[in-house]
């Protein structure tokens, strides 16, 4: 987390609802009369009457924690905190689990589908938000991240005055992460085996691809057993760009199983519960930077395709 995003978090003035801490927007340079004008024009996607209502309820103030009315003269600079809210958000059928609770750390297995952190169309149905409400922590935050579709291990910092300690373990890489997949058995590699490339993000903004040039990324390949056509890998990311692991499958000739991104990018909302990326964050050791501790989390999860080890 920035420097910019820590001091937000320690100066909002609305508490965390529900399990969702409000929303920041500063106010830019422009010509709008009013703060409602403003907010109309800026989030088009969100109906006039949402605003009106959540102005009348209070629910949106500056960073004095004065209430906006509609009326409020535009103030170029001003800092403004809103809740987000998403109507008739559908709720995932699916649970997690806390793995491990002290006062410096939770532990989570994350079922696939279900997002870390609220975005886009996510919001309440998202692991962190389910924590918070559940938990009762409003200072609960992710040290790490997993793709939606990628089930497992998720690592959250209880308190804001040692998260920074934390997060400096995986900027160092100082944590060793184990993942598995099932994907393609290909007995003509060696394995295992290391794949490095470099990864860059594709023209499609939500993939990545390799290109040619100094590798980025550093991928182990281990093979953990075969069932006919498949096979179960542990893969070992040595490097942590996005969607490393999917990529350097899929470019192994190997694609992981269920992937609808990788080769090809499938359409958006077409999402099959019964059929899950085949890609599990297995396990997640440190040395803790507080107590000194060796800390090792392992999911209880399992591939639903997993075949024998």
Known sequence: MSASARRVQRTAPLPTQNGVGPSCVVLPPGSWATIFDFLRERFRAIPAATWQARVQRGDVVDEHGVAVTPERPYVAGLRLYYYRSIDNEPRLPFDETVLFQDDLLVVADKPHFLPVTPGGRHLQETLLVRLKRRLGID?????????????????????????????????????????????????????????????????????????????????????????????????????????????HCAALGMPIAGDRMYPALLPADTDVHARPLQLLARSIAFIDPISGASRQFDSALRLSLAPPA
């Not at 497992?152 to 910092?157: H, I, L, M, Q, S």
């Not at 100082?174 to 023209?203: G, N």
């Not at 542990?234 to 760009?241: A, D, F, I, K, S």
């Open 139 to 247: 200072t609960l935050a992710p040290l790490h991240r997993l793709d939606r579709e990628t089930a497992g291990v998720v690592v959250f910092a209880v308190r804001p005055d040692t998260r920074g300690a934390y997060q400096a373990l995986f900027a160092q890489r100082r944590v060793t992460k184990h993942y598995e997949a099932i994907a393609p058995w290909r007995p003509e590699l060696p394995f295992p085996l290391t794949h490095r490339s470099r990864l860059m993000q594709d023209d499609h903004f939500l993939r990545m691809r390799e290109v040619p040039g100094e590798p980025n990324a550093e991928t182990l390949v281990e093979l953990l057993g075969v069932l006919g056509d498949l096979a179960r890998y542990r893969l070992t990311p040595l490097t942590g760009r996005t969607h490393q692991l999917r990529v």
